[in-house]
């Protein structure tokens, strides 16, 4: 059978370049092209090749892992406000007039805590923390991950989820003592969960860097309502209205790994697992953007 699914770590930190020109928006969207072998940008960092990421149905599912992350103090209830808040902003967004044509629904607690996708078998799409690991390369400058698998012939998005790197990263949730906002994470992340990546407008959500203590990832600017709006015009011709993860919901991991789109292992059959930087990290060195509300360095 040809290649029908694969999966994406969501991140691209050669987004970080700088242009001379910067045109009105800026936002780009993920597509089926592979970033290892077939992606060419474009001047504003988009990719021209590939079909882009969304999700089909008007209604997209999301889960919290019940243990959330006791190393940062985050409990359950407080990760689930902030999720909500992170998703209603996206889909809420103005699309002059209209909505975007999606709506999010919290499953409830998992306990399943791993970025894999079952491809015959229930699924969930999991916000999930790292507190005594981080298993990829990177650990002190990713501030988080999302995975998204997909139907490679059709871009259509199968399955995300969002690891938090609270391992090495001092998640703060307060909205005077600042350290690295984890709400401003999360509405990064779930940019990415819904087939956005990165913008280069400062401003952005989805801009590529993030600034110890910003809280201003939390609010949506123009750009990224631009982009959340084109992948999901508010006149969309939806397949469907279920809020279930494909194949249904489990709260639990599904064995054998083998079967799942684990970014770890090999592909295996027709999954594959092609590892893309995506992940709003921490980097090193100080780069001032104009157009941002506070300095920020690379992440
Ligand atoms: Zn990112």
Redesign the pocket.
């Not at 103090?73 to 406000?81: A, E, K, P």
């Not at 990224?224 to 809020?243: L, V």
């Given at each position: 059978m040809k290649k029908v699914t694969a999966c994406w770590v969501?991140?691209a930190a050669s987004l970080a370049a700088s242009f001379s020109t910067t045109p009105a928006f800026a936002f780009c969207r993920t597509t089926t092209c592979d970033p290892q072998t077939e992606c060419s940008y474009d001047a504003r960092g988009c990719t021209t090749v590939g079909l882009p990421l969304t999700w089909k149905s008007g209604c997209v599912s999301y889960s919290i892992q019940r243990d959330a992350s006791p190393g940062r103090g985050v409990d359950y209830d407080t990760i689930h406000d902030i999720a909500e808040r992170a998703f209603d902003r996206w889909t809420n967004a103005d699309c002059r007039g209209g909505s975007p044509s999606l709506r999010t629904s919290d499953t409830g607690p998992v306990s399943c805590a791993e970025p894999e996708y079952n491809s015959n078998d229930p699924n969930a799409n999991v916000i999930m923390f790292r507190d005594t690991s981080w298993p990829y390369a990177g650990a002190n400058a990713t501030l988080a991950l999302t995975t998204i698998t997909f139907n490679y012939d059709t871009g259509e998005i199968f399955d995300a989820d969002i690891e938090v790197n609270s391992f090495k990263t001092p998640l703060t949730t307060s909205n005077s003592v600042v350290d690295f906002d984890l709400e401003s994470i999360i509405t990064?992340?779930a940019g990415?969960f819904l087939g956005l990546s990165?913008s280069h407008v400062g401003s952005a959500t989805?801009f590529?860097e993030y600034e110890r203590g910003d809280l201003s990832f939390r609010d949506l600017e123009s750009d990224d309502e631009e982009g959340i709006c084109e992948a999901y015009p508010p006149n969309r011709d939806i397949g469907g209205d279920q809020c279930r993860p494909r194949h249904g919901f489990s709260p639990d991991c599904a064995p054998p790994p083998d079967e799942g789109c684990a970014i770890a292992n090999s592909p295996t059959g027709s999954t594959r697992a092609w590892p893309l930087a995506?992940?709003?990290a921490l980097g090193v060195g100080l780069r001032l953007r104009i157009g941002r509300r506070q300095a920020k360095r690379p992440v």
């Amino acid at each position: 059978m040809k290649k029908v699914t694969a999966c994406w770590v969501a991140g691209a930190a050669s987004l970080a370049a700088s242009f001379s020109t910067t045109p009105a928006f800026a936002f780009c969207r993920t597509t089926t092209c592979d970033p290892q072998t077939e992606c060419s940008y474009d001047a504003r960092g988009c990719t021209t090749v590939g079909l882009p990421l969304t999700w089909k149905s008007g209604c997209v599912s999301y889960s919290i892992q019940r243990d959330a992350s006791p190393g940062r103090g985050v409990d359950y209830d407080t990760i689930h406000d902030i999720a909500e808040r992170a998703f209603d902003r996206w889909t809420n967004a103005d699309c002059r007039g209209g909505s975007p044509s999606l709506r999010t629904s919290d499953t409830g607690p998992v306990s399943c805590a791993e970025p894999e996708y079952n491809s015959n078998d229930p699924n969930a799409n999991v916000i999930m923390f790292r507190d005594t690991s981080w298993p990829y390369a990177g650990a002190n400058a990713t501030l988080a991950l999302t995975t998204i698998t997909f139907n490679y012939d059709t871009g259509e998005i199968f399955d995300a989820d969002i690891e938090v790197n609270s391992f090495k990263t001092p998640l703060t949730t307060s909205n005077s003592v600042v350290d690295f906002d984890l709400e401003s994470i999360i509405t990064h992340e779930a940019g990415h969960f819904l087939g956005l990546s990165h913008s280069h407008v400062g401003s952005a959500t989805m801009f590529v860097e993030y600034e110890r203590g910003d809280l201003s990832f939390r609010d949506l600017e123009s750009d990224d309502e631009e982009g959340i709006c084109e992948a999901y015009p508010p006149n969309r011709d939806i397949g469907g209205d279920q809020c279930r993860p494909r194949h249904g919901f489990s709260p639990d991991c599904a064995p054998p790994p083998d079967e799942g789109c684990a970014i770890a292992n090999s592909p295996t059959g027709s999954t594959r697992a092609w590892p893309l930087a995506f992940a709003l990290a921490l980097g090193v060195g100080l780069r001032l953007r104009i157009g941002r509300r506070q300095a920020k360095r690379p992440v």
